[in-house]
C-alpha cells in the first residue's frame, strides 16, 4: 500500500510539474506553507537553528525566515518533477549559468565542485548534467518507488556517476582523477567520524573534513557552485576556484569552507536547509540542542 501511494504521489506531482511555470511556482508555495505548519518537528528545528546562528534577530523575522524556507523546499521538490521529466529545452530556460568560465577553465582536471545545501542544489547539478558527464552524491532513499524515480532522474543525461556516501572517499577519488566534476554536498552534521568541530555562525558545528583531504588526494580545485531560486526558476552561478587550498592545515581550510557558506547564508538565508540538525554532533560533555522539552 505504502508503494502504491507513493507511486500516486509521484504521478501527481509529475502532473503539476507539467504546467506553466508561475502555476508551479503558486502551488509550490501554498504546499510549502502548508507543510510548515504540518511538520511541526522539522519546524522546530529550523527555528532552534535560526536562534543559534541569528541571536542579534527576533522571534517573528526568525519565523518568518523558517516559513520562506518551507516555500522554497518544497518548491524546489515540486520543480524536480521538471528536471526529471521535463525537455532539455525547459531545463535551460529554469535553471541559468553565472560565471561559467570559472568551470570550464578547469575541465578535464580534479574539480570539487562546492554546493551547500541550498533550495536550489538540485536544479544546479542537473543543469550541469546537460552538457558534461558530472560526479556527485547519492543518498539511498527509504520508499524504493521514490528512490527508483530519483536515480533515473538524476541518470538523465550523460550517465552521471553517483557515489554513495556507504562507499567513502575512495569512489570520489576515482571519478575525479577520471576527470569528472564532483558536485559535492559537504555542509551535513553526519557525526564525528572524519569531522572536526570549527564554528558555524558562531557556533562549534561537527563539520566533515571531505573537502579539503579529496582536494589533497586527488588535487583537486575547488570551485564553489552555488544556485539561488528565483520567481522565474535558478541561477547557478560559479565562484573563482579556491587558491592555495587546502594547504597544510585542515581544520584551517574546514573552516574556511564554512565561512564561504556563511558569506552566501547572509545574501540568502531563507534558502538554506535550516530544517536538518546542523548542530547534532556536539563536543564531548556539551549539552544537545534538540532535545525535546
Same mark, same amino acid.
Given at each position: 500500500m505504502?508503494?502504491a501511494?507513493?507511486?500516486?504521489?509521484?504521478?501527481?506531482?509529475r502532473?503539476i510539474?507539467?504546467?506553466?511555470?508561475?502555476?508551479?511556482r503558486?502551488?509550490g508555495n501554498?504546499?510549502?506553507?502548508?507543510?510548515?505548519?504540518?511538520a511541526a518537528?522539522?519546524?522546530?528545528?529550523s527555528?532552534?537553528?535560526?536562534?543559534?546562528?541569528f541571536?542579534?534577530?527576533?522571534e517573528?523575522e526568525?519565523?518568518?525566515?523558517?516559513?520562506?524556507?518551507f516555500?522554497y523546499?518544497?518548491?524546489?521538490?515540486? @520543480?524536480?518533477?521538471i528536471?526529471?521529466?521535463?525537455?532539455r529545452e525547459?531545463?535551460?530556460?529554469?535553471?541559468r549559468?553565472?560565471g561559467i568560465?570559472?568551470f570550464?577553465r578547469?575541465l578535464?582536471?580534479?574539480?570539487?565542485?562546492?554546493a551547500p545545501h541550498?533550495?536550489g542544489l @538540485?536544479?544546479?547539478?542537473?543543469?550541469l548534467c546537460?552538457d558534461?558527464r558530472?560526479a556527485?552524491m547519492y543518498?539511498r532513499?527509504k520508499?524504493?518507488?521514490?528512490?527508483?524515480?530519483?536515480r533515473?532522474g538524476?541518470?538523465r543525461f550523460?550517465?552521471p556517476?553517483l557515489?554513495?556516501?556507504t562507499?567513502?572517499i575512495?569512489?570520489?577519488?576515482?571519478?575525479?582523477?577520471?576527470?569528472?566534476?564532483?558536485y559535492?554536498?559537504? @555542509?551535513a552534521?553526519?557525526?564525528?567520524? @572524519?569531522?572536526v568541530f570549527v564554528?558555524?555562525?558562531?557556533?562549534?558545528?561537527?563539520?566533515?573534513t571531505?573537502?579539503?583531504r579529496l582536494?589533497?588526494?586527488a588535487?583537486a580545485v575547488?570551485?564553489?557552485?552555488?544556485?539561488?531560486m528565483?520567481d522565474d526558476?535558478y541561477v547557478?552561478?560559479?565562484?573563482?576556484?579556491w587558491?592555495?587550498?587546502?594547504?597544510d592545515?585542515?581544520?584551517?581550510?574546514t573552516q574556511?569552507?564554512?565561512e564561504f557558506i556563511?558569506?552566501?547564508?547572509?545574501e540568502?538565508?531563507?534558502?538554506y536547509?535550516?530544517a536538518?540538525?546542523?548542530?547534532?554532533?556536539r563536543?564531548p560533555?556539551e549539552a544537545?540542542f534538540?532535545?525535546?522539552r
Amino acid at each position: 500500500m505504502r508503494h502504491a501511494w507513493a507511486t500516486v504521489a509521484l504521478w501527481l506531482l509529475r502532473a503539476i510539474a507539467a504546467l506553466p511555470y508561475p502555476a508551479v511556482r503558486t502551488i509550490g508555495n501554498a504546499a510549502g506553507s502548508l507543510t510548515y505548519w504540518l511538520a511541526a518537528p522539522r519546524r522546530r528545528i529550523s527555528l532552534i537553528n535560526l536562534r543559534l546562528c541569528f541571536p542579534q534577530r527576533t522571534e517573528r523575522e526568525r519565523e518568518r525566515l523558517a516559513h520562506a524556507q518551507f516555500r522554497y523546499f518544497v518548491r524546489s521538490f515540486i @520543480d524536480r518533477f521538471i528536471l526529471w521529466y521535463g525537455s532539455r529545452e525547459r531545463i535551460e530556460r529554469l535553471v541559468r549559468i553565472e560565471g561559467i568560465e570559472h568551470f570550464e577553465r578547469h575541465l578535464g582536471k580534479p574539480m570539487i565542485l562546492l554546493a551547500p545545501h541550498f533550495a536550489g542544489l @538540485d536544479a544546479g547539478g542537473l543543469r550541469l548534467c546537460l552538457d558534461h558527464r558530472m560526479a556527485t552524491m547519492y543518498a539511498r532513499q527509504k520508499n524504493p518507488v521514490l528512490d527508483e524515480a530519483v536515480r533515473r532522474g538524476r541518470a538523465r543525461f550523460n550517465d552521471p556517476v553517483l557515489v554513495s556516501r556507504t562507499e567513502g572517499i575512495r569512489a570520489a577519488v576515482r571519478a575525479l582523477r577520471n576527470g569528472l566534476p564532483f558536485y559535492f554536498l559537504p @555542509d551535513a552534521d553526519l557525526g564525528p567520524r @572524519d569531522a572536526v568541530f570549527v564554528p558555524f555562525f558562531g557556533v562549534p558545528a561537527a563539520t566533515v573534513t571531505s573537502t579539503a583531504r579529496l582536494a589533497a588526494v586527488a588535487g583537486a580545485v575547488v570551485v564553489p557552485a552555488v544556485t539561488r531560486m528565483t520567481d522565474d526558476g535558478y541561477v547557478l552561478r560559479f565562484y573563482p576556484a579556491w587558491e592555495d587550498y587546502p594547504g597544510d592545515d585542515v581544520v584551517a581550510a574546514t573552516q574556511r569552507m564554512n565561512e564561504f557558506i556563511e558569506q552566501r547564508i547572509l545574501e540568502m538565508p531563507e534558502q538554506y536547509l535550516w530544517a536538518h540538525r546542523r548542530f547534532k554532533t556536539r563536543p564531548p560533555g556539551e549539552a544537545g540542542f534538540y532535545a525535546e522539552r
